[in-house]
């Protein structure tokens, strides 16, 4: 069983797992949104030799507190590297999903020395359009109305492919209490700091570590093809499709995506 840690970091009681080896080669695992640290569960437990795995809630999600009324994708990746400093991680493999994946990009912008290798998870490198901004706004504004049960419902349809709705219902599950779980405010504080991010495909072509591309088969928030144009713009980076999945491919179908994983780590890191 995982036991769940924290750790004071930017004034922030930080929740965070830890699995593997304390002297192995540090792993970082970043989550969606609008989910938490347990969404890396199978992982933790598929990559334990020779690593040291790190799962963390980002601000304002799960067990980690906001601390401050605005959120942005450039303070969460801040707060990451605050972390492995409190960690004394000097450099790091950081894997992102979603979300995960525009906190992942925005450091690696910022402090590209602390990054080792990058694994990037159904996730894109553009801003939002004036169309996704102005969803996003609407989303806010419906969830401040009416809380986060219809808001959860719905999620789940775009964020799961349409067979594992029916197939993995433990893994449906997990998510829909995630975000029920979840502080309407700290979600409606995502939503606007997704909204406003900047875009980082810019910077892609000047990554010079490992990366790995991971995307579901049929994800619609962020697509294979969205997955391939970053694909072409990182020298060297490797692309894989998760067969049977959607925008959640660790969850839907962790056995191909901890093998891609694991072939990655092997390659680069072994």
Known sequence: MLEEKNIRVNDLQVSYLEEGFSTGFPLIFIHGFPFNKWMWEKQLHAVKENYRLIAYDVRGHGETEAGTPAFSISQFGDDLISLMDALHIEKAIVAGLSMGGYIALNALKKFPNRFAGLVLCDTQCGADSTEGKEKRKKTIDFIQRNGLTVYAQESLKNLFAPASLERKMNEVILIEETILKSKPENICLTLQALADRKETCSSLQKIEVP????????????????????????????????????????????????????????????
Do not use: C, W
């Open 211 to 270: 990366v790995a591309i991971l995307v579901g088969q049929e994800d619609k928030v962020t697509s294979p093809e969205t997955a391939e144009k970053m694909h072409r713009l990182i020298k060297g980076s490797s692309l894989h499709i998760i067969e049977d999945a959607g925008h959640l491919s660790n969850l839907e179908n962790p056995e191909m995506f901890n093998e891609y994983v694991l072939k990655f780590l092997d390659a680069n890191f072994g």
